[in-house]
């Protein structure tokens, strides 16, 4: 189908992506269009999720079209050779990317029909913003009632789900005869993206052709076959192993994956899709250690030294991730950065972005995301990360201290100085670090700059760093106010003497001096 319709579209032919161009100008278009006109637009117009999952598809047509790049010297020429060769791929595989179709459709299994009377879900359940099934529904009241679709949105949900559907009971279908599992409920693991609640990291250029040629993916680092897209060896039962092991364990497979079984159905009458387990995306092998890498994340070494992947936690904001995600440490034989930021092509100044979809086991929290502008080549040496990883230890520090004042505070107000301890520990504890780094949030555009600017400076130059001690003093120091109220006698004398205890500039570059 390469005509629209109010029932079907076709990825490669119809506008479904929105996107802004130079102008500012906002409009949906087509893959080809997106190709077409790569140049002349800016941005994906996405929240994070879609943003992430609509970038692995473009990387994945990109990378399959031009055969490539093998490494970082073949990354770097082969930006004027992505529009030549991936418009004709588009068009050799439109077929493969109609929304709707009974006999397969874009990441639809064919032949999946239901178990007895199964009726269909709500296409709802495909976006996280709604309420449905395990989603939330604190900014959307809407949960059960039936909701108006529309089709590029549809076809954003599917592709985000698909990425990141988390794990959790699931429902049974029959796929080419079979049941998806043995037992009804199932209980399915998560998609590739959503594991450990990964942060992922994009490079943002000028324009999109410049954006989907510096976040491509040398074949050297992805460790693991390179495979072929799933569109063009879609597993046509849980039986046919080699499509599966394509999906599941290459490249070009895990970046646009099949997570679920879903089939869309949607005609004039009726609009709705079967939903079950699809194929399994493992992430950790028995041991604990990282498998199967994600070329949009960064890793990390645990205590155990055992690979594990980046991951965000809500109450935590992703720039205090930033050196970890810039961190270059040969010396333990990994790639622990994302792949973009090896690219030896990148422009001498750059915009970083890092999204995350964060979950807790079966539930979908929320979504985070975060723009770095004007990120330099010279603030990702080495120096200048262990900078940064050197303000953040302040910073924590400082945090440190204040939950110190604070518990001091609780004990001698409640029981006299030195004796006791004292109640609800744990939610004040959190609810300090809620303000601290809420207060923090005034120096976080300064962060990068003040880094390397100590860096330059050599780390026992203090002064250099002077605005974020302060910060560090002034954060503290407003939390600690609105945590420890002075309404008595004994609260009056319980604050001043905890109040000592807070950090100070003087303090914070004593103690850096000596760790």
């Known amino acids: 189908?390469?005509?629209?319709?109010?029932?079907?579209?076709?990825?490669?032919?119809?506008?479904?992506?929105?996107?802004?161009?130079?102008?500012?100008?906002?409009?949906?278009?087509?893959?080809?269009?997106l190709f077409e006109q790569a140049e002349e637009l800016r941005d994906l117009v996405l929240q994070p999720q879609e943003r992430i999952a609509v970038m692995r598809l473009l990387i994945c047509i990109t990378q399959r079209a031009i055969n490539g790049p093998a490494d970082l010297e073949e990354l770097e020429e082969c930006r004027d050779r992505i529009v030549p060769a991936v418009i004709p791929y588009l068009r050799q595989w439109s077929h493969a990317f109609d929304l709707v179709g009974e006999n397969g459709a874009f990441l639809q299994f064919a032949d999946l029909e239901p178990c007895g009377e199964a009726e269909l879900q709500d296409l709802s359940k495909l976006n996280f913003s709604c309420a449905a099934g395990n989603n939330s529904t604190l900014?959307?009241?809407?949960?059960?009632?039936?909701?108006?679709?529309?089709?590029?949105?549809?076809?954003?949900?599917?592709?985000?789900?698909?990425?990141?559907?988390?794990?959790?009971?699931?429902?049974?279908?029959?796929?080419?005869?079979?049941?998806?599992?043995?037992?009804?409920?199932?209980?399915?693991?998560?998609?590739?993206?959503?594991?450990?609640?990964?942060?992922?990291?994009?490079?943002?250029?000028?324009?999109?052709?410049?954006?989907?040629h510096l976040n491509l993916v040398p074949i050297h680092?992805?460790?693991?076959?390179?495979?072929?897209?799933?569109?063009?060896?879609?597993?046509?039962?849980?039986?046919?192993?080699?499509?599966?092991?394509?999906?599941?364990?290459?490249?070009?497979?895990?970046?646009?994956?099949?997570?679920?079984?879903?089939?869309?159905?949607?005609?004039?009458?009726?609009?709705?899709?079967?939903?079950?387990?699809?194929?399994?995306?493992r992430t950790y092998n028995k041991e604990g250690?990282?498998?199967?890498?994600?070329?949009?994340?960064?890793?990390?070494l645990d205590?155990?030294?055992?690979?594990?992947?980046?991951?965000?936690?809500?109450?935590?904001?992703?720039?205090?991730?930033?050196?970890?995600?810039?961190l270059n440490n040969a010396s333990q034989h990994i790639h622990n950065q994302p792949a973009a930021l090896e690219c030896e092509c990148l422009p001498e100044r750059f915009s970083l972005w890092t999204g995350a979809l964060v979950v807790d086991k079966?539930?979908?929290?929320?979504?985070?995301?975060?723009?770095?502008?004007?990120?330099?080549?010279?603030?990702?040496?080495?120096?200048?990360?262990?900078?940064?990883?050197?303000?953040?230890?302040?910073?924590?520090?400082?945090?440190?201290?204040?939950?110190?004042?604070?518990?001091?505070?609780?004990?001698?107000?409640?029981?006299?100085?030195?004796?006791?301890?004292?109640?609800?520990?744990?939610?004040?504890f959190a609810r300090a670090e809620e303000l601290f780094w809420g207060q923090m949030l005034a120096v976080k555009s300064s962060y990068v700059s003040l880094a390397a600017a100590w860096a330059q400076a050599g780390s026992e130059n203090g002064r250099v760093i002077l605005p974020w001690l302060q910060e560090i003093q002034r954060a503290a120091r407003e939390a600690f106010r609105q945590l420890a109220p002075r309404d008595t006698p004994r609260q009056l004398k319980a604050h001043t003497c905890a109040g000592a205890l807070l950090p100070t500039p003087n303090k914070l570059i004593q103690w850096i001096q000596q760790t």
């Open 1 to 33: 189908m390469n005509q629209s319709s109010p029932t079907n579209l076709n990825l490669c032919t119809d506008p479904w992506l929105p996107v802004q161009d130079q102008s500012g100008q906002l409009r949906l278009v087509s893959l080809i269009q």
């Open 139 to 212: 900014f959307d009241n809407e949960g059960g009632v039936s909701r108006a679709y529309f089709l590029p949105q549809v076809a954003i949900d599917l592709l985000t789900f698909q990425n990141f559907a988390p794990g959790g009971t699931i429902g049974v279908l029959r796929w080419s005869g079979k049941q998806t599992a043995p037992k009804s409920p199932d209980s399915a693991p998560g998609g590739p993206c959503v594991a450990a609640s990964a942060i992922h990291t994009l490079i943002l250029a000028d324009n999109l052709l410049d954006t989907v």
């Open 221 to 281: 680092r992805s460790r693991i076959a390179v495979g072929v897209p799933v569109w063009e060896m879609m597993p046509r039962s849980a039986d046919d192993a080699p499509a599966v092991r394509n999906a599941t364990e290459t490249l070009f497979g895990r970046l646009v994956p099949v997570s679920r079984s879903i089939r869309l159905v949607i005609t004039p009458a009726d609009s709705g899709c079967l939903l079950a387990r699809g194929a399994d995306y």
């Open 289 to 300: 250690n990282l498998e199967f890498y994600e070329p949009t994340c960064g890793i990390r």
């Open 303 to 326: 205590k155990d030294d055992k690979r594990k992947l980046l991951g965000a936690v809500f109450s935590r904001s992703l720039w205090r991730n930033l050196s970890a995600l810039l």
């Open 362 to 428: 079966a539930k979908v929290i929320g979504s985070m995301e975060e723009y770095y502008t004007d990120v330099t080549r010279d603030q990702m040496q080495q120096a200048c990360v262990n900078a940064m990883e050197q303000l953040l230890r302040l910073a924590n520090q400082g945090c440190s201290l204040l939950k110190l004042a604070i518990s001091t505070y609780h004990i001698s107000a409640q029981f006299g100085i030195g004796d006791g301890a004292f109640d609800n520990k744990a939610n004040v």
